[in-house]
């Protein structure tokens, strides 16, 4: 049951008058230090510590400076908060003792003597309270078209108000684009919303939001942004020269996002797939960047012609066209591998002349003094 505020300020006034009677005036306590000001995590237990000399017979109270509410007097507790409970060493020692704290015991506490006049003493309790996320005012993973604006936002409460900081989870920087056109580029980035006006494919990916006050822990939540776009295709060689006998690797590269279903096919629109002949590889990249190489083994007549890459996702198609062609191989040359296919190296000796350009030689370990090519020779016409 809640007492009356003006009960315990009574039995106060009562157990002052009394004290004063009973022990005159011959030594005055004093406070041997000031209360420690106490700044706690919200839960954990917060003791305030009240150091008097030459106490006698008077009488050590807490109460509450904000509210007036008296804590304690002497040896017990007065408030009805059943957090609190009172300490001593009978002298010297007095201790206020708030378990499990919450907010609204922050402010200050006064260590009072009763004698008069009064003495006392203040001490602040501070609660600190550490970040936490806002669910409703913090986004989730979010995809927007390429060109679009994509906004995501962070929000964290705590005590004292937390700092919201971006940063990406590659490590590359965050690029601001102001209203006045002109852009910033850093690492971090605080505020809690962060506009993307005109999102490119490179500002896709993860993003890291991290919510700090000082009171560990520290929060942080990771948001993935997707930015979509129509797939594109580029072609370092688009015309590829091959001699008869030898393999050869065609590739393609894709930017995609989502990512692209990737294809070769071929001038008879039929579709290459991996067998002895073909060799097909997709390796992703980045989240939207991939390359596709098709290795054709043992060129024959029927080898040469046109390949077509093609990458296909849900806003569009797009392909492109590799010739591949016939040209004269030396003929000592009876082999010629591709660097994947270490293995297979029979024999061959070297390429003289210019035509070493092309082609890199390299030394193979299983093979006994041979020089070996590595690599496919490629002509690029133009
Ligand atoms: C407690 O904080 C107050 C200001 O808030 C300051 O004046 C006082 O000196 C502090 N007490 C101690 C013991 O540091
Ligand atoms: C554009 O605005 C940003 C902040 O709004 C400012 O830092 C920057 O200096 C401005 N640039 C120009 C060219 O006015």
């Known amino acids: 049951m809640e007492q009356p505020w003006w009960l315990s300020y009574l039995l ?73 409970a009172v300490s001593h060493n009978g002298q010297t020692v007095w201790n206020l003792h708030i378990r499990n704290v919450q907010e609204e015991d922050r402010g200050q506490y006064m260590c009072q003597i009763n004698t008069d006049p009064m ?35 962070c929000r964290a409460h705590g005590q004292p108000e937390p700092r919201v900081m971006w940063r990406r989870e590659d490590g590359a920087d965050i690029i601001i684009r102001h209203s006045n056109g002109s852009k910033t580029q850093v690492l971090m980035y605080e505020n809690a919303i962060l506009t993307f006006n005109k999102i490119s494919r490179s500002e896709m990916g993860a993003y890291l939001c991290i919510a700090s006050n000082g009171v560990p822990p520290s929060v942080s939540k990771r948001i993935v942004i997707k930015v979509h776009f129509h ?8 015309l590829v020269g091959a001699p008869l006998g030898t393999d050869v690797t065609l590739e393609c590269y894709i930017e995609s996002s989502p990512k692209s ?8 629109n039929e579709m290459v797939i991996s067998s002895n002949k ?29 390949y077509r890459c093609v990458a296909k996702n849900s806003l569009g ?43 890199s030689a390299e030394r193979s370990d299983d093979e006994d003094d041979k020089e070996i090519f590595t690599d496919i020779i490629k002509v690029t016409l133009f």
Not at 19 to 25: A, I, M
Not at 134 to 147: A, C, F, K, L
Not at 261 to 268: E, F, G, L
Not at 343 to 356: A, H, I, M, Q, R
Request: net charge negative.
């Open 231 to 238: 797939p594109v295709i580029q072609v370092p060689n688009q």
């Open 278 to 306: 073909y060799e097909v590889v997709n390796t992703m990249m980045s989240s939207f960047e991939s390359r596709m190489t098709l290795t054709v083994r043992r060129l024959e007549k029927t080898d040469f012609g046109g």
């Open 12 to 84: 106060a006034i009562f157990l002052l008058r009394l004290d004063t009677k009973l022990v005159g005036e011959a030594f005055q306590p004093e406070f041997a230090e000031p209360l420690s000001n106490l700044t706690i995590v919200i839960g954990r237990d917060a003791t305030f510590r009240c150091l008097v000399q030459n106490l006698g017979g008077y009488r050590v109270g807490w109460v509450k400076a904000d509210t007036k509410a008296i804590q304690a007097i002497h040896v017990h507790v007065i408030t009805n908060n059943h957090r609190v």
């Open 261 to 268: 279903i990737n294809y070769w096919v071929r001038d008879s």
């Open 317 to 359: 198609e797009v392909d492109s066209v590799i010739r591949l062609y016939e040209i004269p191989g030396p003929d000592r040359i009876k082999d010629l591998s591709t660097v994947n296919n270490k293995e297979d190296y029979k024999f061959s000796t070297p390429l003289e002349g210019p035509d070493n350009q092309f082609g």
């Open 119 to 153: 003495k006392s003493q203040m001490g602040y309790l501070n609660v600190v309270i550490p970040p936490d996320f806002i669910s409703e005012e913090t986004s989730g993973d979010i995809m927007v078209p390429e060109g679009g604006t994509a906004q995501v936002s």
